[in-house]
Nanobody, 118 residues
């Protein structure tokens, strides 16, 4: 049983930074990758970025490149999303997710709210 719990959201001013944490418990499930998604008000959920869980390779959506960094703790089951230079359009609910296969995201957290004030 995979459990994911996000934390670290909150209210920040434009240009500020936040660090989100995803605490994961994988049980006996082999996880190939972890990802951060977000859902902005009135929009569909979108991928922010992802990290290969064994090799550590990362992928970022264009909206995240240069501002956001995904990392994980070595040997542990925690993933982070460092967000810098935040803009009002980054306001969203941020979710972490885990993938056991090549494409489908199988497990989701409940999300954490990020609000960027102008």
């Amino acid at each position: 049983q995979v459990r994911l719990a996000e934390s670290g959201g909150g209210l920040v001013s434009t240009g500020g930074s936040l660090r989100l944490t995803c605490a994961a418990s994988f049980g006996n499930v082999y996880v190939r990758a972890m990802g951060w998604f977000r859902q902005r008000p009135g929009e569909e959920r979108e991928l922010v970025g992802a990290i290969g869980w064994s090799g550590g390779s990362t992928f970022y959506a264009d909206t995240a490149k240069g501002r956001f960094t995904i990392s994980r703790d070595n040997g542990g089951d925690t993933m982070y999303l460092q967000m810098n230079s935040l803009q009002p359009e980054d306001t969203a609910v941020y979710y972490c997710a885990a993938r056991t296969g090549p494409t489908k995201w199988d497990y989701w957290g409940h999300g954490t709210h990020v609000t960027v004030s102008s």
